[in-house]
């Protein structure tokens, strides 16, 4: 177990960079272009409406303030990082920035790359019980499910469209209420 740690905490890792509002794009296109360091900010995919006006898709950042940048500690020139405009400090202690586990972070960009954060997709019709989907959301995400019954009837103009569905948990079937949107066909 110790030589996990060292390994973990040895060579190039992830560490975190608060920036200024907004800034988080123009931080890792500028880290990447001056200092050829890798940047990862994930972004959720939404929808939303401004003034009775409907925006097709907003991509907004999942961890506002924040990036992640992947390089060496014990090599010089890792401060640069702090020189970079819009970069507010790195998180650590004191003069020591933070590792964060690159488990997390591939976690976190398989679980993107999935759709995990894809908050956009339209309301699935035409399911009907019996039919085999995969949940799109939640912490279930990426499990597959079969639709037991509906909750509330698929036409109806309730915005509270429900379905139960069993999911294999565990070694048994769970079943879990859950609103159509987060329903996606195999």
């Not at 401060?79 to 591939?106: F, H, K, Y």
């Not at 309730?158 to 565990?170: E, I, P, Y």
Request: hydrophobic share 40%; proline share 6%; aromatic share 8%.
């Amino acid at each position: 177990m110790t030589t996990s740690l060292t390994c973990e905490r040895s060579g190039p890792g992830w560490y975190v960079a608060q920036v200024e509002p907004r800034g988080e794009a123009d931080v890792c296109k500028d880290i990447r272009a001056e200092l050829s360091l890798e940047t990862y900010c994930p972004v959720e995919r939404l929808r939303a409406q401004r003034r009775g006006r409907k925006v097709e898709q907003i991509i907004r950042p999942l961890i506002p303030g924040y990036v992640f940048v992947a390089f060496d500690r014990l090599r010089p020139g890792w401060q640069a990082i702090e020189r970079v405009d819009g970069v507010v400090s790195l998180l650590g202690n004191g003069d020591i920035p933070s590792r964060v586990p690159t488990a997390w972070v591939e976690a976190t960009r398989r679980a993107e790359a999935y759709g995990v954060f894809d908050r956009t997709r339209t309301a699935p019709n035409g399911f009907k019980v019996g039919d085999q989907v995969r949940l799109a959301d939640g912490p279930f995400a990426g499990h597959h499910a079969l639709i037991q019954e509906f909750i509330a009837k698929l036409k109806s103009a309730t915005a509270r469209k429900r379905a139960k569905v069993l999911v294999s948990f565990m070694g048994r079937m769970t079943a879990l209420d859950l609103p159509i949107e987060s329903l996606e066909r195999l």
